[in-house]
């Protein structure tokens, strides 16, 4: 299981290498607000393995983001490092400013239906 975690650490470590910066060279920090109810999977990659979920109201870092496939993906962290990718439009965000994670404000989104 160790040798999982310090795999999943360092592929994770790869990919925030390859990340674009948020926009302004900044952290940002992002609620989770998944308009489906469920909670949001983080992944390896964008639309990759699921390595683990996040509920409504979790707060997040957003460090990094890429388009895959025409979708936008952002790469988060939390105060113990980087989680993974997850899809960008199910995060509410705010700029930080300084080292200092600000709550995000909490918009509910329209389910779709």
């Not at 949001?40 to 707060?59: A, F, I, Q």
């Amino acid at each position: 299981m160790r040798v999982r975690a310090v795999r999943f650490g360092i592929v994770l470590s790869a990919f925030s290498l390859t990340a674009m910066a948020p926009a302004g060279g900044q952290d940002v920090a992002c609620v989770v607000a998944d308009p489906t109810g469920t909670p949001l999977n983080v992944r390896t990659e964008p639309n990759g393995r699921v390595v683990m979920t996040l509920n409504n109201g979790s707060k997040v870092r957003r460090v990094g983001d890429r388009r895959h496939q025409g979708k936008g993906w952002a790469l988060v962290a939390s105060d113990g490092g980087a989680l993974g990718w997850v899809f960008a439009a199910y995060l509410d965000c705010v700029p930080v400013d300084g080292d200092e994670l600000k709550s995000a404000p909490m918009r509910p989104r329209p389910s779709g239906n």
